[in-house]
């Protein structure tokens, strides 16, 4: 998940993205390092003559690989897939014809909140043609998210920022509106509400200690009550909330995790600490926005992309990491060394990798067995007609497998979808995430998990229009669908045993605690990914660029260089809060309750 004002959305940076990464494959590349390298911290001393295996080439290991790189080190990167890992695009195989590139894929879209700042900041840094500010300058502001109703009209809700141009309604768009709200509000009682919002304040308010004791063990369902309000309340509030921001079940979900990440949208929607709008997304494809000029301006600092390279373990012995057996693309085994390895793998595939002895040489790595991951895949549907959504992400919470969707090409201003793309018949992009893989589906009474990819397709269709088309308005025609393309992470669907090569950290409570540091007691050897401790408590790729900073930090520390060290901005305090905050831990120290807390 991830959310500048909507004036730096420019034309001329839609324009840059068409034909950005062809121009950056011309440029000079000594002209390009000249200017890197002008801009590159001072690495002082031995740094220059040190190398780093980056394990992994998603976020953290490409964030890794820029900050290491700008400070002199040697750099090789190992991925053993694709870069840019979960956040990369894809392209459909086959798709394209008539010179056309091939139809884009995705594993989930990409949101870019506000409440980011480490992020952005390394995307300021990309160099993008025609863009003053890098890719940075590729994000766009939708106007408007909903909450799409089954059998009711849709909560829509604007998403103001200075300079942003609101969504065009119609007639019938605004008594659409108006009605939705109006059944939103009588369907949450007023006193359900005002506890709600008392909810908020209390979390708001609670000191640290509180937040990472009491709350971290809190599931947000028990926190908000849920399971004593009504329907609206508890889609809503508390299994809505869950979803798009954890992605994790309501009854399971960490209260300070939930919460935090509520509190800081909460003071984004204000313009509060933010570095942009609520929510942001790319201007075209990901890799052509964002991942190929990084790659592109990483290579040009030095980075050695070794693709297609799998880690299979890293090794111990005398205090250090000593290497990293690796496969060749080709499947031929060797082990590689360097002076620093960065493991920068998703936990689920870091965790296999590290030998008994280097498990035993810090008790942190043990503790990520107990890190819990879940699916969370996405699935694109190509239209031949743009379909009268909403200019926005829209969250289907009456929907058996917790679906969200945004389409895709009114974000794209730089790109006629038709032209550029497939063979000519598609116009559009209907993004979606599925967070539900457990729940039986309304098509053919079974888990996305039972079902065959085909009968997926054809049930998050349906889930969809389901939506969307329930209230007299044909919004999605099956006429209208062209295609459609699932993750390939998915695999084994419809059988015992299916299985997810990409899935996400989830926050059950107790997560927070089992989070091991960027640094660990093997002085050599450092960890970066969105499972680490960082300040945003959220498997983001905020968080992997966060990480990936803390694991340069300290092996920046660990070498004695005099080196800059990398910036790691936490998310936002509000000054007056804290001083609320500073009361609530005299109150928690005596074994008090929240002052506004009423049970």
């Known amino acids: 998940m991830d959310r500048s004002s909507t004036s730096r959305r420019t034309f001329m940076a839609g324009a840059a993205a068409v034909g950005g990464t062809a121009a950056l494959a011309t440029a000079g590349a000594a002209g390009t390092a000249a200017a890197a390298a002008a801009a590159r911290p001072a690495a002082g001393g031995a740094a220059a003559a040190q190398s780093v295996a980056v394990l992994g080439g998603g976020v953290a290991g490409l964030t890794a690989a820029h900050e290491l790189a700008e400070r002199g080190f040697s750099v090789t990167v190992y991925e053993r897939r694709a870069l840019g890992g979960k956040a990369r695009s894809m392209d459909v195989p086959g798709s394209g014809k008539g010179g056309r590139r091939p139809l884009p894929a995705e594993h989930g879209f990409r949101f870019i909140p506000g409440i980011y700042h480490n992020l952005p900041d390394t995307m300021r840094r990309i160099p993008f043609p025609g863009n003053a500010n890098g890719v940075w300058d590729n994000l766009v502001a939708p106007s408007e998210m909903s909450f799409a109703r089954t059998g009711r009209e849709d909560l829509r809700l604007p998403l103001p920022w200075p300079g942003h141009k609101p969504a065009d309604l119609t007639l019938d768009d605004i008594r659409r509106a108006l009605t939705g709200l109006l059944q939103t509000l009588h369907g949450i009682p007023p006193h359900e509400a005002a506890y709600f919002v008392n909810r908020v304040l209390v979390f708001l308010t609670s000191c640290d200690e509180r937040r990472d004791r009491k709350w971290e063990h809190t599931p947000w369902w028990d926190f908000v009550r849920a399971g004593q309000m009504s329907h609206d309340y508890q889609r809503i509030l508390a299994v809505g909330v869950t979803r798009n921001i954890v992605a994790t079940k309501a009854e399971e979900a960490s209260t300070r995790t939930v919460a935090a990440l509520l509190e ?331 002052a506004l807390d009423l049970g």
Not at 372 to 395: C, K, R, V
Request: hydrophobic share 40%; aromatic share 8%; charged share 20%.
């Open 264 to 594: 800081a949208f909460l003071f984004n929607a204000m313009g509060r600490g933010a570095d942009g709008p609520l929510d942001r997304i790319l201007n075209a494809p990901t890799n052509e926005a964002w991942i190929d000029p990084w790659v592109k301006h990483l290579r040009a600092l030095g980075v050695d992309f070794r693709v297609g390279w799998t880690v299979r373990q890293v090794t111990y012995g005398g205090g250090r990491a000593t290497s990293t057996v690796i496969d060749d693309p080709q499947g031929v085994r060797s082990s590689v060394s360097a002076h620093h390895y960065v493991c920068a793998m998703p936990v689920e595939h870091a965790r296999r990798t590290w030998s008994p002895q280097l498990r035993a040489a810090d008790p942190q790595l043990a503790r990520c067995d107990k890190l819990e991951t879940d699916w969370m895949t996405g699935i694109q549907f190509y239209l031949t007609e743009s379909a009268p959504l909403l200019h926005g992400h829209f969250n289907c919470i009456d929907s058996p497998w917790s679906l969200t969707a945004i389409q895709q090409a009114p974000h794209w201003p730089g790109k006629d979808f038709a032209t550029d793309y497939g063979d000519g018949d598609a116009v559009d992009c209907l993004s979606v995430d599925i967070s539900e893989w457990d729940r039986p589906g309304i098509l053919y009474g079974r888990t996305a998990k039972q079902c065959t990819r085909t009968e997926v397709a054809r049930e998050v269709w349906a889930q969809l229009k389901a939506a969307v088309n329930d209230t007299g308005k044909t919004v999605l025609k099956d006429s209208a669908l062209h295609s459609w393309y699932l993750d390939p992470g998915v695999d084994g669907l419809g059988t015992p045993n299916p299985t997810n090569d990409d899935e996400l950290l989830i926050h059950p409570v107790g997560t927070f605690h089992n989070r091991p540091r960027a640094a660990t007691a093997i002085p050599n050897f450092f960890l970066a990914g969105d499972y680490v401790s960082v300040d945003i408590d959220l498997a983001t790729m905020e968080g992997a660029n966060a990480s990936a900073r803390a694991a340069v930090n300290a092996l920046l520390d660990r070498t004695g260089s005099a080196a800059a060290r990398c910036t790691i901005t936490p998310l936002f305090r509000a000054p007056e809060i804290e001083v609320l905050k500073r009361h609530d831990r005299t109150r928690y120290r005596l074994g008090l309750r929240n």
